[in-house]
């Protein structure tokens, strides 16, 4: 099953969603396959990001399909019919676009992009492009929960820095909330509330349905975050 944002279909984003278990592991080549044959995705006008934990992002056009955009964690686009796709396991996977249709953009939102700037990377991109924060609708997808993300040291600190109130503490040990994390920064930037919309559930508690790299480790597959414009 592909998981939606009822907000995304809503206004005829169809094209869009997060794989789950079910889907496999998005890294291999004939999974990812079935799934674009399922969805109707010419492999042609499919992109990737290579996704390093960095911040940049890049700005991609129809002659990027069927290829893989290196050393970067986020792509957007003004190219219709030109399918976005970013892969994770706990991290948040993060698609947007704006309320015109004119844009879209899949970014990876793990601690080390969110502390080190793949939200205001992408809003950065959008802003050049012509489109204000305020224009924007964003869905978060399926990522590692506060019930399970434990972190310390340099992990806690950078994130409580960068969204204070993303940590909690529960027996002496400290949690965070990574979509949260998200979600501050986009309100920060002038996301309106009412334009984030989420699928609430923990990668990690969920291992029926979803893949954990804090669970599983390195046999952890990955799902993929996936978006066009109609
Ligand atoms: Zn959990």
Redesign the pocket.
């Known amino acids: 099953m592909i998981h939606q944002l009822q907000s995304f279909l809503a206004v005829g984003i169809q094209c869009h969603g997060f794989t789950d278990r079910m889907s496999g592991d998005m890294r291999s080549l004939e999974a990812r396959s079935a799934v674009l044959d399922q969805l109707g995705i010419p492999a042609g006008s499919f992109v990737q990001a290579e996704q390093v934990h960095g911040a940049s992002v890049a700005v991609v056009s129809s002659a990027d399909g069927s290829t893989t955009v290196k050393g970067v964690d986020g792509l957007i686009t003004t190219s219709r019919n030109l399918t976005l796709a970013i892969r994770v396991a706990d991290c948040v996977p993060v698609l947007l676009y704006d309320a015109s249709k004119s844009v879209v953009g899949a970014l990876h939102a793990g601690w080390r992009g969110i502390t080190g700037g793949i939200i205001e990377r992408g809003l950065e991109a959008f802003r050049t492009l012509g489109f204000a924060s305020g224009q924007l609708r964003v869905g978060l997808g399926p990522a590692?929960?506060q019930?399970?993300y434990e972190v310390g040291g340099e992990v806690a600190e950078l994130l409580a820095l960068r969204s204070p109130g993303c940590l909690t503490s529960r027996s002496g040990r400290d949690f965070a909330d990574l979509r949260g994390a998200v979600r501050y920064i986009l309100l920060e930037h002038g996301v309106p509330f009412s334009s984030i919309s989420s699928v609430d559930v923990?990668t990690?508690?969920r291992q029926d349905d979803l893949y954990s790299w804090r669970r599983e480790h390195e046999k952890a597959g990955r799902i993929m975050g996936f978006i066009a414009l109609p």
Request: aromatic share 0%.
């Open positions: 590692i929960g019930c399970c923990c990690s508690c």
